[in-house]
């Protein structure tokens, strides 16, 4: 295991909102189809979940507003 690598988390999207720990809320699920931690959707399984490894980037990278 690469430790300079966060371990990927599992994130369950619930009626299309998915809590972001970049972000600290829910978010809308389609934001993390364009974002830099996503490591896949999954939307077969039940419950739908994204899997993300949010790594240590300073906070002005992030978007909070989106
Ligand atoms: S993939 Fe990005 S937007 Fe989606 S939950 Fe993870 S950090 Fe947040």
Same mark, same amino acid.
């Given at each position: 295991?690469? !430790?300079? &690598?966060?371990?990927?988390?599992?994130?369950?999207?619930?009626?299309?909102? #998915?809590?972001?720990?970049?972000?600290? &809320?829910? #978010?809308?699920?389609?934001?993390? !189809?364009?974002?830099? @931690?996503?490591?896949?959707?999954?939307?077969? #399984?039940?419950?739908? #979940?994204? &899997?993300?490894?949010?790594?240590?980037?300073?906070? @002005?990278?992030? &978007?909070? @507003?989106?």
């Amino acid at each position: 295991m690469d !430790a300079f &690598r966060p371990s990927p988390e599992d994130h369950l999207i619930d009626n299309g909102q #998915v809590y972001c720990p970049r972000r600290k &809320r829910d #978010v809308e699920f389609d934001l993390c !189809a364009g974002c830099a @931690w996503t490591q896949s959707i999954d939307l077969h #399984v039940t419950p739908p #979940v994204v &899997r993300c490894a949010p790594d240590s980037s300073p906070g @002005w990278l992030i &978007r909070p @507003w989106v």
